[in-house]
């Protein structure tokens, strides 16, 4: 089946720690997004990427990091200058940015940061 | 600025008919999206509309007014699955998603 697997689903860790979340799909999709959701708001976009080695700042970009070195996997890091990490975050792929193309997403990485 | 707005919550009976609004202010208009989202998970795809008028899906039709920056997502025989929040997101001119805050549909027996 395919699909977009994100890994840890819970993630808990210590302030001044940088910390990874794994985004995989096997979808053969070229576009790749990072969100993130925080009660009350809407998904906010941290990066996205069209093509392997390319990747543009979203909305919230400071603070992450990203690289997109295979097609099928997106990682995204949480730096310690994030001020406030703690959050859900949603990886997401689609077959393309524009056409009525849905985007696809992951379970989710809910991050605890304390 | 860009901006979605969503009711934060509406409740409705099982087997009845709802309809949860949705207006934006985007830079641009390249597609209108509903999203479905129980809690604790990823969101899944429902609609996309890109030109005015219905879009019927079994169960869930959407609707789209360009000119009025609105949209509507109309779900019919609710059951008690159907309880979820529901994402509205419009494409602007980067072609990028514009996402609303979602709308927390609680359904009552």
């Known amino acids: 089946d395919g699909g977009i697997t994100q890994s840890p689903k819970y993630l808990f860790r210590k302030e001044g720690q940088n910390v990874t979340l794994s985004c995989e799909q096997n979808?053969?999709?070229?576009?790749m997004y990072w969100y993130r959701q925080d009660p009350g708001q809407g998904l906010r976009l941290i990066y996205y990427?069209?093509?392997?080695?390319?990747?543009q700042k979203g909305d919230i970009a400071e603070g992450y990091s990203v690289s997109r070195e295979k097609k099928e996997s997106f990682p995204l890091t949480v730096t310690s200058a994030q001020k406030n990490p703690t959050a859900f975050y949603l990886c997401?792929?689609?077959?393309?940015?524009?056409?009525?193309?849905?985007?696809?997403f992951g379970p989710g990485t809910r991050l605890t940061v304390t | 600025g860009q901006n979605i707005d969503q009711p934060t919550e509406m409740t409705a009976t099982e087997g009845a008919i709802v309809q949860i609004n949705c207006t934006y202010q985007t830079s641009g208009f390249n597609g209108l999206f509903w999203y479905q989202q129980h809690a604790g998970e990823a969101p899944t795809f429902l609609s996309y509309n890109v030109l005015d008028g219905l879009e019927e899906k079994g169960r869930f039709s959407s609707f789209l007014s360009r000119s009025k920056g609105y949209s509507y997502l109309l779900l019919k025989e609710l059951q008690m699955k159907d309880s979820a929040s529901y994402l509205c997101a419009v494409r602007d001119s980067n072609y990028q998603l514009i996402w609303g805050a979602g709308t927390k549909l609680i359904i009552k027996p």
């Open positions: 979808l053969n999709h070229d576009a």
């Open positions: 997401a792929s689609s077959i393309a940015e524009t056409g009525a193309y849905e985007q696809y």
């Open positions: 990427s069209q093509i392997v080695n390319d990747f």
